[in-house]
């Protein structure tokens, strides 16, 4: 099992490339599951910092995936009642569940300050994305 700090550093290089890369991509950082309390726990990110760096299970857009299991699109963040803002710049929002044998253990977490950017190719590709991190988990 790799150590945390190298785990850590890979994830945020990761999160740096993804924002950089991504012309839509403006905040892009991962969400664990905390222990066996019923929250999300902020991991690395690239983008502007946030103050939810805890998320109780339900709510929000992230909270709500890890209930749910599934892709959740947001095309337009003002359309949803359970969203949590984190900067008012942000229009839309994608959060893709990361397995680890089959069980949601996470999330990748992206916001954009354009409107409706997110396609079937972004959730096909972040779901590759977060195959590729729970094998290094
Ligand atoms: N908007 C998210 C909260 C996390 S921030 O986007 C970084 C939500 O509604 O769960």
């Known amino acids: 099992l790799e150590s945390k700090k190298d785990l850590d550093s890979k994830l945020q290089e990761l ?3 993804l924002k950089e890369k991504v012309d839509h991509y403006d905040w892009v950082g991962f969400y ?3 222990g066996q309390k019923e929250e999300l726990k902020l991991g690395p990110y690239a983008g ?4 939810h760096t805890i998320i109780p299970f339900g709510k929000g857009i ?6 749910s299991n599934q892709n959740f699109v947001v095309p337009d963040v003002k359309a949803q009642d359970n969203y949590i803002a984190c900067s008012i710049t942000v229009k839309s929002e994608i959060v893709v ?3 680890v044998n089959g069980e949601n253990i996470g999330q990748i977490d992206i916001d954009s300050n ?3 950017p997110f396609t079937e190719e972004d959730e096909r590709f972040l779901e ?3 195959g590729e991190v ?3 988990l």
């Open 15 to 17: 999160c740096d490339l």
């Open 97 to 99: 569940p990361l397995f």
């Open 48 to 51: 502007a910092p946030t103050d």
């Open 62 to 67: 992230c909270g709500q995936v890890a209930v």
């Open 32 to 34: 664990f599951k905390n």
């Open 134 to 136: 729970a094998k290094i």
């Open 128 to 130: 590759f994305v977060n």
């Open 114 to 116: 354009t409107l409706d």
